[in-house]
């Protein structure tokens, strides 16, 4: 079957930073995506990796290897507003989404 | 409107009616999605559609129906809803036609069978 793993929750201080770790197991790939999610809000897109290696967007990075199957999603210069979940998606061999169940991030001052 | 709308915000609903759930999309995306939030568990597709006229079966299409008549309108019809179905339903849309194709989510319809 499909699977993707990531931690449950996370803590970090405001200030520093913090790296949320996914690993997949799908029916082919086509690229992982980054999500974050504000409780009661919608997704909103974070990142996108389809090679391996390192993209970076201002204090938000996200790392891919395939041959791994592992991605994290580094978060920079943490501020309160970071506080939320964040999704971890591989879009599979059928061009469809697997998500992961989500990482709460708590952001303590 | 800009990006994706969706309709209602929340409803309560008696088990054994029929509910449907709008979306519409304003940025002429030819994909469309609806997916479903439980605690604990990943996003899950419902229903899909990759241009107008055409619908596919995501994960967990028991219990549900969509059309897409158009290229903004994707609604969702739960034909004789069951409390299993209370969720939070999520409507999305993306452009295939290059790039990362990310998906753009509407704000989420909160659904309480009882």
């Known amino acids: 079957g499909q699977n993707i793993d990531q931690p449950t929750e996370m803590t970090a201080t405001e200030g520093a930073i913090v790296q949320i770790n996914c690993t997949y197991q799908?029916?082919?790939?086509?690229?992982l995506f980054w999500y974050q999610q504000h409780a009661g809000e919608a997704p909103t897109f974070l990142s996108y990796?389809?090679l391996d290696g390192l993209e970076e967007k201002g204090r938000f990075s996200s790392f891919l290897s395939r041959s791994k199957g592992y991605s994290y999603l580094l978060l920079k210069e943490l501020q309160m507003k970071d506080s939320a979940s964040y999704l971890c998606?591989?879009?599979?061999?059928?061009?469809?989404?697997?998500w992961g169940a989500g990482t709460k991030l708590i952001i303590k001052p | 409107i800009a990006g994706i709308t969706q309709a209602p915000t929340s409803q309560i609903l008696a088990a054994g009616r029929r509910m449907t759930l709008r979306c519409t999309q304003d940025?002429?995306?030819?994909?469309m999605y609806w997916y479903r939030q439980d605690l604990g568990l990943g996003l899950r597709l419902i229903h899909y559609?990759?241009?107008?006229?055409?619908?596919g079966k995501g994960e967990v299409p028991d219990g549900y129906s969509v059309s897409r008549a158009n290229t903004d309108d994707f609604p969702l019809t739960l034909a004789s809803a069951v409390p299993s179905q209370t969720s939070v339903y999520f409507c999305a849309s993306s452009d295939s036609g290059g790039g990362a194709g990310e998906q753009f989510f509407g704000p989420g319809t909160r659904l309480t069978v009882l």
């Open positions: 940025m002429r995306h030819n994909a």
């Open positions: 990796n389809v």
């Open positions: 998606a591989v879009r599979d061999s059928n061009y469809q989404l697997i």
């Open positions: 559609s990759n241009t107008a006229g055409t619908t």
């Open positions: 799908t029916s082919g790939f086509n690229g």
